[in-house]
């Protein structure tokens, strides 16, 4: 019966106008759905998201520590549409981290502009004037071997037949098995008598304790002093 009456709709005009109606219909229902639907993917594409843009230039092996807290960042807001990938919103995303490449100015910072790197490493313990300066002692100098990476000490320098402090307090960044050679981090109008120290004299290295050091006094021993000084105590 139901396919009687749609044959004779076919054949009538007035059946085609209904049917033609009805089509536009759909066709109307469908374009409004479709506007619907490309005005949200164009409002998502514009909505206001917020990343971590660098103010500077951040050398390739910055801490991702020292960007959040010295905030070589700024928080800017961009349309969806131009945020990158695996952009980062959270400065402390940034922990335990340090820069694989160059970051530039205005560039988005990324997960992919950080790769892992242990807490310790040397280029996360230096910031501002500190720099890192390496020096190499024999095996009596510098404790036997004892001193390891983390350790503080007292640096005394022999010249001339003078034994003088040196630097008290200097923090070994860096030692390597069996002693020898370790790097220590220096404040930058130290370096230079860090070095000149390396190459005409010779170093005393005294471990401090890990906890509860006091400060060490200065003191300067030669063959007068050290022939009138009083009797030495042990600790």
Do not use: C, E
Request: net charge positive.
């Amino acid at each position: 019966m139901q396919d009687v009456f749609a044959g004779r709709l076919f054949r009538t005009r007035g059946g085609a106008v209904v049917i033609g109606a009805i089509a536009a219909v759909l066709a109307a229902i469908l374009l409004v759905a479709y506007l619907k639907s490309y005005r949200s993917s164009v409002k998502s594409g514009t909505q206001p998201m917020n990343v971590l843009v660098a103010k500077s230039l951040i050398p390739r092996g910055t801490s991702g520590t020292l960007i959040a807290q010295q905030h070589l960042y700024q928080v800017t807001s961009v349309p969806q549409s131009q945020l990158k990938a695996l952009a980062i919103a959270d400065p402390k995303a940034l922990s335990g981290s340090v820069t694989a490449a160059d970051v530039y100015p205005g560039q988005q910072l990324t997960a992919g502009d950080f790769t892992a790197t242990p807490v310790n490493s040397i280029p996360a313990q230096i910031t501002g004037s500190r720099r890192a300066i390496a020096i190499s002692v024999d095996a009596t100098h510098d404790v036997a071997g004892v001193v390891q990476t983390g350790d503080h000490i007292d640096m005394y320098v022999s010249v001339n037949n003078v034994i003088k402090l040196f630097a008290s307090n200097v923090l070994v960044l860096s030692a390597s098995a069996g002693g020898g050679n370790l790097i220590l981090r220096v404040n930058t109008a130290q370096a230079a008598k860090f070095a000149y120290a390396q190459d005409f004299a010779k170093f005393w290295l005294v471990l401090r304790p890990q906890v509860g050091a006091t400060q060490t006094p200065p003191s300067l021993v030669n063959l007068s002093t050290l022939l009138t000084a009083a009797p030495v105590v042990g600790g």
